[in-house]
């Protein structure tokens, strides 16, 4: 867009609207009274959109204060990812479910057994037969070893794996979801504190305003409901500031609740972060290759299977090598080494619907997966469409903030030269807040679903935060 002020006298009512009536009919170029503007029809190329879009930047860049309490993006998510409970209470989950993978190791050991047997009838202690009462204990001692369980042991192994590499994605399902509700709580801190900084300078100018309306009026030179006016529109400005601190207070204790620390005000974010965004296809196919939703469901899957394996185990005899080897006053001294083979099928034929049960939840682990990762291409492709959108967006609301800054200032002079009513001044200053406020609120939509965009397919993941160790599967 191109703009010159010089010479600027509108004749009409409102520039503003016609301007982007214009626009919106994809009009190349408009000429109106001395100003030159020039639109785009169709998509907006990056190259027209980057101007604007650094125009927003810094916009809420401005709009950060000189605060002890300032946080940054990276500085909130590093803290919250390293100390937050629920991602702590993950971790320890995982290492229970690691124990569990070492105990499953462990069953291909031989198991040790002893028991000890006494003996309560009297007429087998008396001393005629010459036995101590106080030694009347037969003991055994038994000793184990698995030679072949139908793959029960390998399986159940596997499974245990399984389930290990299912609560390690779970600590990462558990980050990605806590890092999206940063990146909310965040972009709603910044788009309130830049909306907090535009309704003061708006505030200042409708004060401005008043005290010069004030002067004409005590000077006679202008009636008094102009300066009702101005008096109503400073209390609205007055109102909307006062809205835009509760909400940036309200966002900011949210970030204060996930950071475990107050966070007074935050940093505007590096335009450049988005950089990393290239592709709706790319997002979706990035999106579904990290997936700690998608890796959890697929270990679920898998140790379902396994789950199938285990039962089936059980229509094989479970083989072993037995050694036993009892001591007492009422058995021989025996050592015996023999080859055992064991069956348990449950009661009646119970062991077949419990393998019909293992594989339906397999199924469904499968098709609970399918369906995330349907859900996860949707998401993503939502937020890509937003995030397009509102980036070019972005280039319309500059165009119409700057048109109402030129609007409001050429509105000031023509009324001091008695060309424009009072009630034009006053509409024009709002529309030029109102303008900000658009590029505020569209600006915050974008990096909003840019943010999203680079959690979901891991260009954030924490850089403080190693990798766990996984077991080979």
């Not at 006298?9 to 994809?26: H, Q, Y």
């Not at 529109?233 to 309200?250: N, P, T």
Request: glycine share 4%; proline share 3%.
């Amino acid at each position: 867009m191109l703009v010159n002020r010089k010479d600027f006298n509108c004749r009409t009512g409102s520039i503003l609207a016609l301007v982007l009536l214009f626009l919106a009919a994809g009009v190349h170029a408009v000429t109106l009274d001395g100003i030159s503007i020039q639109g785009a029809s169709g998509v907006t190329t990056s190259e027209q959109e980057a101007p604007s879009v650094r125009a927003a930047e810094s916009l809420f860049r401005s709009s950060v204060p000189q605060n002890d309490h300032l946080w940054t993006f990276d500085q909130i998510t590093h803290r919250v990812l390293l100390e937050h409970p629920a991602i702590l209470a993950k971790r320890s989950a995982a290492e229970a479910a690691r124990a569990d993978v070492d105990a499953a190791k462990w069953e291909r050991f031989p198991t040790p057994a002893i028991t000890a047997d006494k003996s309560l009838d009297e007429r087998f202690v008396t001393p005629a037969r010459n036995i101590d009462p106080s030694k009347n204990t037969d003991k055994t001692f038994i000793l184990q070893q698995p030679l072949w369980s139908g793959g029960r042991i390998t399986y159940s192994i596997s499974a245990a794996k399984f389930r290990y590499g299912e609560s390690q994605e779970s600590i990462h399902e558990v980050e990605e979801n806590i890092l999206l509700a940063i990146a909310n709580a965040f972009v709603e801190a910044s788009r309130w504190q830049a909306h907090k900084a535009v309704r003061a300078e708006s505030l200042q100018q409708h004060q401005h305003l008043y005290e010069m309306i004030k002067r004409r009026v005590q000077a006679e030179a202008s009636p008094q409901v102009d300066l009702d006016l101005a008096q109503g529109r400073l209390y609205q400005s007055e109102s909307d500031l006062s809205y835009a601190e509760q909400m940036m207070q309200s966002a900011l204790l949210q970030l204060s609740q996930l950071a475990g620390s107050p966070v007074g005000a935050v940093a505007a974010l590096e335009g450049a972060l988005f950089s990393q965004l290239e592709s709706q296809e790319k997002s979706v196919s990035g999106a579904q290759a990290q997936s700690p939703v998608l890796a959890r469901l697929a270990h679920a899957k898998d140790a379902a299977e396994a789950d199938v394996n285990i039962k089936k185990s059980a229509y094989w005899p479970q083989l072993a090598l037995r050694y036993e080897k009892q001591t007492g006053p009422f058995t021989y001294n025996l050592d015996r080494l023999m080859l055992t083979a064991n069956m348990q099928i449950g009661a009646g034929l119970s062991i077949m619907p419990g393998v019909e049960a293992a594989r339906a939840r397999a199924e469904a682990a499968a098709l609970e997966r399918e369906s995330a990762t349907r859900d996860l291409a949707q998401q993503v492709s939502v937020d890509w469409s937003n995030y397009v959108a509102a980036r070019a967006r972005v280039v319309q609301a500059s165009k119409a903030s700057l048109i109402s800054d030129i609007v409001f200032e050429s509105y000031t002079r023509q009324y001091t030269a008695g060309r424009k009513s009072w009630l034009d001044v006053m509409n024009s200053v709002r529309e030029a807040s109102q303008s900000k406020d658009m590029i505020i609120d569209v600006y915050a939509q974008m990096i909003g679903s840019g943010l999203r965009l680079l959690v979901l397919t891991g260009r954030l993941h924490p850089a403080a935060l190693e990798e766990p160790l996984r077991y080979t599967q």
